[in-house]
């Protein structure tokens, strides 16, 4: 092997040398800028991940409580809707018996009897009056009109948080679009592990490239070293063996590739880090916006709240006043049934003292006759004790023997003694059956 042909073979393996190692040190380069700018990622997703996590946490437990909110605004609403409906069925149902009792009233005519007594005693009465024309039904008109109102007012509550619940409903879908609409990214799963998988994952892979770098550095050095010798003589140049510099020079190739291969992985390593930043920082922003927007947001669900509570106190004081109406619509109903129902008694307790005073007169008339009676056998006696006896004695001595027997009689005492109405029978059994069949 020629010396020219040598050096001519020393200087081909040291051009292909240097351009590997040229090639290999941009690769490396390359390798630690990816990795040095790797590192700076995970500072920023190390950094960012709590804070998204707690802002995350707390946008998810305040839409929660706002969910809650509604679910409960809604409850109530369906409560309310329902006692709303009792509230007027039980009013309905209390006009109807007025209203009932009221016809009755006005069908159940006065006897014209008592009409008559009553004339007589100097009361003004009008032909064909009932038990309807002796009261007032506008303490009853105004007491349903109050309690109608009573209930209008919680109605108008009612709607109006109706439509604070359809609010609490927007507000919490927006939040939620707005939740949804940030980046796809599991706060939730641990960053521990992701961040030193990639570390390991790029330190391997350089580390790699640094050893094949080294064996590069070195074959140029010793390609460097070959040629320096052969261009010192003949002799030098002739006991050269670039068989293994030659060798090594077929390896550059695939040397060259795993460098190129290396530094894809720790791009690729590099762009998974980055796109996590990325998302990290986009999340953050989204984030932001909607942490922002449920601050906006608390204040209108605390205004909801307290219009809330004053409803419901508001409710409370109308339902109270709802229950009294009602006590006293009841109390009436029941005191004009009473009423109805005692006019018939009235008609028995009539009767009955009709024939108590039948019974009264009859008792007076055998007494006087009996009294009578007893005068008239008296008067007699003294008739005859005054032929045998009496004439024979002087006045002087015995005046009062002369005197009248007493007058024995009945009085009635009473400031006013009047007729008692005379009922028809057929009027008195129909308040008899009227009594029977309300018992």
């Known amino acids: 092997m020629s010396v020219t042909y040598i050096q001519q073979e020393l200087v081909t393996l040291l051009l292909s040398a240097k351009k590997a190692l040229s090639q290999g040190r941009d690769m490396c380069s390359q390798a630690r800028m990816y990795q040095q700018s790797s590192e700076k990622h995970i500072e920023t997703i190390e950094r960012i991940h709590p804070k998204l996590l707690f802002i995350d946490n707390h946008i998810t437990l305040q839409i929660q409580d706002l969910d809650n909110m509604r679910e409960y605004l809604i409850s109530q609403n369906e409560s309310r809707e329902s006692k709303n409906k009792e ?62 109102d009573q209930i209008g007012e919680i109605e108008s509550i009612h709607d109006s948080l109706v439509n604070q619940t359809k609010n609490v409903t927007n507000i ?35 580390q790699k490239m640094a050893d094949m770098l080294s064996s ?20 030098e140049c002739a006991k050269l063996d670039i068989t293994v510099l030659k060798a090594d020079d077929g390896q550059l190739p695939n040397i060259t590739e795993n460098l190129r291969m290396g530094l894809d992985v720790v791009i690729s390593t590099y762009d998974d880090i980055y796109d996590r930043a990325v998302i990290y920082l986009r999340t953050k922003e989204e984030l932001t916006t909607v942490f922002n927007q449920l601050e906006q947001c608390g204040v209108v669900a605390e205004t909801v709240y307290d219009k809330l509570m004053d409803a419901e106190s508001e409710i409370k004081e109308r339902e109270e006043n709802l229950t009294d109406f009602f006590e006293q619509l ?14 018939n008694h009235l008609l028995l307790e009539i009767d009955r003292r009709e024939k108590a005073q039948e019974k009264r007169d009859k008792l007076r008339a055998e007494t006087l006759q009996k009294f009578n009676a007893e005068y008239t056998d008296e008067l007699q006696e003294r008739k005859s004790w005054t032929v045998q006896h009496g004439q024979y004695l002087p006045e002087e001595l015995c005046s009062f023997i002369n005197d009248s027997p007493p007058v024995l009689t009945v009085t009635i005492k009473n400031d006013k003694v009047a007729r008692i109405p005379k009922l028809s029978p057929s009027t008195v059994q129909k308040a008899l059956a009227e009594v029977h069949s309300n018992n």
Do not use: M
């Open 87 to 148: 509230r007027e069925a039980k009013l309905q149902s209390l006009t109807i018996e007025l209203t009932n009792i009221f016809n009755l009233l006005k069908e159940c005519k006065i006897d014209k009897e008592i009409l008559k007594t009553n004339e007589e005693r100097g009361i003004q009465c009008q032909t064909g009056a009932t038990l309807f024309d002796y009261i007032s039904d506008q303490s009853i008109i105004e007491l349903q009109r109050l309690a109608d």
């Open 172 to 206: 919490i879908q927006e939040l939620q679009f707005a939740k949804e609409n940030v980046p796809s990214i599991s706060l939730h799963d641990s960053i521990s592990t992701f961040a030193p998988e990639k570390n390991q994952l790029q330190e391997e892979e350089s």
């Open 216 to 235: 590069l550095t070195e074959h140029y050095d010793q390609v460097e070293d070959a040629t320096r010798i052969s261009q010192t003589g003949p002799e």
């Open 330 to 343: 009841r109390s009436l109903a029941n005191w004009y049934r009473r009423y109805a129902s005692s006019y």
